[in-house]
């Protein structure tokens, strides 16, 4: 039996947000909501991007959900500004809590009093056609 093709096509969604160190907080947290995703949806990718270097001890940063803290990076190091990529895993975030992508920040010393980037995350919804391919 072969595939059957679907004539649906859709451009990928993207969405932004900016933080800073005081978006983060003082101490390390589980729930630094940034990004909600729609049921159905797929990560493709993203890329955290650190613009102004933290200036903490160390700063280190993890972009995952509310269900798996690290699921897209972990460890990115803060204290330079740079662009990292995320790893996308091609799972479907259906659950509640899989659709909150979350910003951790873990450091040591004294709590950051510098520091900024912004989030990308790029995904697909299921089910959503945006023109037909004839």
């Known amino acids: 039996m072969p595939i059957t093709q679907d004539a649906g096509v859709q451009a990928p969604s993207v969405k932004k947000v900016n933080f ?5 907080g003082a101490t390390t947290a589980f729930n630094n909501e940034a990004i909600g995703l729609p ?6 990718g993203g890329e955290l991007v650190i613009t102004t270097a933290f200036n903490s001890t160390t700063n280190t940063l993890t972009v995952g959900d509310k269900t798996t803290a690290n699921r897209y990076k972990s460890n990115i190091d803060a204290k330079t500004a740079a662009l990292t990529s995320l790893v996308p895993t091609g799972e479907l975030v259906d659950n509640a809590n899989e659709r909150v992508i979350v910003i951790n920040s873990a450091f040591t010393g004294v709590a950051p009093t510098a520091g900024a980037g912004y989030l990308i995350i790029e995904y697909i919804e299921t089910g959503r056609a945006d023109f037909l391919q004839r």
């Open 39 to 44: 049921s159905g949806a797929i990560v493709r």
């Open 20 to 24: 800073t160190f005081a978006d983060l």
